[in-house]
C-alpha cells in the first residue's frame, strides 16, 4: 500500500549541475521510496533495493535528457565534435577542393 501510494518528486535544474548533487537527489528519493515501503516489506531484499536504484536513476536519465540545460550543453558538445570532424576533412581534401575553387578564407 505504502509503495502505491510514494511518488517520486520531480527532479530541480540544480540537481543536475553535478555528479555529487545528482547522486544524493538520487540517493534520497530512493531511502524514501525504501521508507514507504518498509511498512510492509522488512527488510527489503538485495534484489529489491538494487531494483529501486535502477528505477530511480532512469528516472533522474530522463529528467535529464529533457531539461533545456542539457540539450544547450549537447549542442555546444555537438558544435565542438561537428567542427573538430570538418576541420579534419577539410585538411584532408584541400588541396583538392582548393583547386576547384575552393579559397583559403571568404572575402
Known amino acids: ?3 502505491e501510494m ?3 518528486k520531480p527532479y530541480s535544474y ?3 549541475l553535478s555528479f555529487d548533487r545528482l547522486k544524493r537527489a538520487v540517493m534520497s528519493r530512493v531511502l524514501d521510496r525504501a521508507e514507504a515501503m ?3 516489506e522488512f527488510p527489503l ?3 529489491r533495493v538494487n531494483a529501486l536504484i535502477a528505477e530511480e536513476w532512469h528516472r533522474a ?3 535529464v535528457r529533457s531539461s533545456p540545460a542539457a540539450r544547450e550543453a549537447f549542442r555546444k558538445y555537438l558544435e565542438g565534435t561537428v567542427s573538430n570532424h570538418l576541420d579534419s576533412l577539410m585538411k584532408t581534401d584541400k588541396e583538392e577542393l582548393g583547386a576547384m575553387g575552393v ?3 571568404s572575402l
Open 14 to 16: 540544480e540537481e543536475f
Open 6 to 8: 510514494w511518488t517520486s
Open 61 to 63: 536519465k530522463i529528467a
Open 38 to 40: 518498509m511498512g510492509e
Open 103 to 105: 579559397a583559403e578564407k
Open 1 to 3: 500500500m505504502a509503495e
Open 45 to 47: 531484499s538485495p534484489e
